[in-house]
């Protein structure tokens, strides 16, 4: 692959970490993807093994971070049902109010969920920092795959 193709993946790869962080754009599946161009382009054995290498780790991220997740609000007695609230209003909060309208929206709609269950506004706000520490959890984990894709890209640079 020439200079120029390297840096444009690894800017998409780039804009993929960023998606990760920011939960707008599907960060792990765009990283993944650029490092699937870059193995295909370059082709050998070196190319697809760090593509496995990224492909696995993306893999076990992505489960990892729904499992430990799902964990910890199960722990906390937080249902599900309230993330489900909470990110719908989330969406509504996007096109409703640009740029924070999606965190605004999700914690206003785990608050609500919360208080209209438990009837204690201290409670529902305890749930609400639960929801959103496992949020931060499940955004670390899927961060930590896409950054050993990375790794395994940057590696395959060094290689080829």
């Excluded at 193709?5 to 993929?16: A, D, H, P, S, W």
């Excluded at 765009?30 to 382009?41: D, H």
């Excluded at 489900?84 to 969920?113: C, D, K, N, S």
């Amino acid at each position: 692959m020439s200079l120029g193709g390297e840096v444009l993946v690894g800017l998409v790869i780039l804009v993929g970490l960023v998606g990760v962080v920011v939960q707008v754009l599907p960060g792990s599946v765009i990283v993944l993807g650029g490092v699937l161009v870059w193995a295909v382009v370059t082709g050998g054995a070196t190319a697809w093994t760090c593509f496995a290498v990224g492909a696995l780790a993306v893999l076990v991220a992505a489960v990892a971070k729904y499992l430990l997740a799902g964990r910890f609000l199960l722990r906390n007695d937080v249902p599900s049902s309230t993330l489900i609230w909470g990110g719908a209003l989330g969406i509504v909060g996007f096109f409703v109010v640009p740029v924070v309208g999606l965190p605004l929206g999700f914690v206003v709609g785990v608050w609500a969920a919360e208080l209209v269950r438990r009837r204690d506004a201290r409670a529902a706000w305890r749930a609400t920092w639960v929801a959103l520490r496992a949020t931060g959890l499940s955004i670390l984990v899927e961060l930590g795959g896409a950054l050993i894709a990375t790794g395994a890209w940057v590696v395959g640079l060094g290689l080829t």
